[in-house]
């Protein structure tokens, strides 16, 4: 069992950046496919990034993509640049079962969550 802990929402300004972590309790996430999705309140959850097991391929979203950076060492991080309001969501990083190298754009490609993180961008 991996338990996930994302930190780092909180309120920003519109054009502002935060930047998320997602690290697991007594393990490093080294060997894990990861990504990032998210769920505004009444809308579906969606996918945001993913980082593979050796840090390359990445995927982005095409709403995020050359506003957000995924990154990755013994944890796993979001870097959000130039936020706008329709980022607001709450942020969930998840993990995929280490026989996969390449991470997934498909939430059910993962088996382990996070209880995620709020992000809150004001226009």
């Known amino acids: 069992q991996v338990q996930l802990v994302e930190s780092g929402g909180g309120l920003v300004q519109a054009g502002g950046s935060l930047r998320l972590s997602c690290a697991a309790s007594?393990?490093?996430?080294?060997?894990?496919?990861m990504g990032w999705f998210r769920q505004a309140p009444g809308k579906e959850r969606e996918f945001v990034a993913a980082?593979?097991?050796?840090?390359t391929p990445t995927y982005y979203a095409e709403s995020v993509n050359g506003r957000f950076t995924v990154s990755r060492d013994n944890a796993v991080y979001l870097q959000m640049n130039s936020l706008k309001s329709e980022d607001t969501a709450v942020y969930h990083c998840?993990?995929?079962?280490?026989?996969?190298?390449?991470?997934?754009?498909?939430?059910?490609?993962?088996?382990?969550w996070g209880q995620g993180t709020q992000v809150t961008v004001s226009s």
């Open positions: 007594g393990r490093a996430l080294s060997d894990y496919p």
């Open positions: 980082i593979s097991k050796s840090g």
């Open positions: 998840a993990a995929r079962l280490p026989i996969f190298s390449r991470a997934s754009t498909e939430s059910n490609g993962y088996v382990y």
